[in-house]
């Protein structure tokens, strides 16, 4: 058994200083990127997110079949739940023209939230296994070097998705620096606390996680819509070969969040 | 704006500190048992008759990680060719869904067993050689379920 205050505490900031990295690399590429690439990159990035999320979730019962088990149905109800209430809090999504009104920072944010939920569940897991294994190391438990940096890596990647929704609204190249890390510590944060709250619930409680992830995977879907409306940008021109790059700019998402999980 | 953004922040500091205060102050409430006589397996978990009963948990596939996974192999099966094999994985975890694979036997994606479910896999070991078991959802333990092994000899 790990230390309870220890474990909480370490993977929290490990947790957090990951995902910050990650917010703050799309802030500062956004400076010399065209939003559209870096749209392209979250939506390679969503691809592997939602599969392993989707997991987690055990494929939403779909093994039982037509059995309509209390668990099946369960399963599918959050997620309907999760994506549904989120799209139904953005009301300007789909709304050409006025969809910058809510601010950059504020749809980050509930992207941020759509996106961590899912961390509630893997923060579950994670004191859970913390309170159950034999050994008394944080990285030994984990699965060594190797587990501990797919972690970090994947919560450097997974957030990126929300950090381009900020960008896309943001016109950081016009913006204080100060204002924009405050932005990306906030929308860090909002994206960590699922995962540290779900640690401590995790370490005292003993209950199926999947249902969170059901849930989660739902409302991630809403941070796609979000990040996908920055894939469909005429003001930023084209060119013969924008579909490529395009195509070039999701694979690189996508490999970049797979190696880290070839490690886990 | 910057109203906008402190409050934000605020609320964000006041939450990860009051996790923080929790997990300081919460130590000794722990109850949790690490004993792996205390798991409960689910009904049917239960050793098919001249076959393997594999329980996954909290400890791996069979108690792995206090069997020098990952560098060592386990669990390991070992049949003969043209054997009918029934494998009975219980999940007594009851956290989280894990997955079982056989290379080569036992290959399907979307085969999960959810918490306190029984999964049976039967088959003719029909190829000999040596076939990894392992688990391929990304579960807090799945270092440790990455390991196990089916040996078919001749």
């Known amino acids: 058994m790990l230390p309870f205050g220890a474990t909480v505490v370490e993977f929290g900031l490990v947790t957090f200083i990951s995902a910050l ?56 109800v959050l997620f309907v739940v999760g994506l549904t209430v989120f799209f139904a809090m ?29 961390g509630l569940g893997e923060g579950a897991d994670f004191g859970f296994t913390a309170a159950q294994t034999p050994f008394s190391s944080l990285f030994d438990a984990f699965g060594g070097l190797s587990a501990s940096a797919s972690w970090v890596l994947h919560k450097m990647m997974e957030p990126t998705i929300a950090a381009v929704c900020y960008v896309s609204i943001a016109r950081v190249g016009n913006g204080k620096a100060s204002a924009r ?20 619930v995790g370490y005292y409680t003993t209950f199926d996680h999947t249902y969170i992830f059901a849930l989660g995977l739902g409302t991630s879907v ?36 797979f190696i880290a999980a070839l490690l886990h | 704006m910057a109203n906008r953004r402190l409050l934000f922040l605020a609320i964000a500091v006041a939450v990860i500190g009051a996790s923080g205060i929790l997990a300081v102050t919460l130590p000794g409430l722990n109850n949790v048992s690490t004993s792996t006589s205390a798991l409960t397996l689910p009904s049917g978990c239960v050793k098919p008759a001249g076959g393997f ?42 956290s989280q869904a894990h997955g079982f694979q056989i290379d080569h036997y036992y290959v399907a994606q979307l085969v999960s067993i959810a918490s306190g479910d029984v999964l049976r896999v039967s088959f003719v070991a029909s190829q000999s050689g040596s076939f990894r078991v392992y688990c391929q959802i990304f579960c807090t333990i799945h270092w440790a379920m990455q390991s196990g092994q089916l040996i078919v000899s001749a």
């Open chain 2, 53 to 94: 009963l594999i329980i996954a948990s909290q400890l791996g596939f069979n108690d792995s990680v206090n069997h020098g996974v990952p560098e060592d192999n386990w669990p390991v099966m070992n049949v003969r060719l043209g054997q009918n094999v029934t494998i009975v994985v219980c999940n007594a975890d009851p």
């Open chain 1, 181 to 200: 890390l405050t932005d990306a510590l906030i929308i860090a944060s909002v994206f960590v606390i699922p995962s540290v709250v779900g640690s401590v």
């Open chain 1, 21 to 76: 990295v990650g917010i703050s690399l799309v802030i500062g590429a956004s400076r010399f990127l065209k939003t559209r690439f870096l749209a392209a990159f979250a939506l390679g990035v969503y691809l592997w997110y939602f599969t392993d999320t989707l997991g987690d979730a055990n494929y939403l019962g779909v093994n039982e079949g037509f059995t309509f088990s209390a668990e099946l149905v369960a399963l599918v």
């Open chain 1, 222 to 257: 809403y941070a796609l819509a979000r990040a996908g409306r920055a894939l469909y940008s005429p003001s930023e021109g084209a060119d013969s070969w924008l579909s490529v790059k395009m195509a070039l700019a999701a694979v690189l998402g996508f490999l970049l969040i």
């Open chain 1, 90 to 118: 953005d009301r300007r999504m789909f709304t050409a023209g006025v969809s910058d009104g809510y601010g950059a920072l504020v749809v980050g944010v509930v992207a941020a939230l759509a996106l961590g939920l899912h």
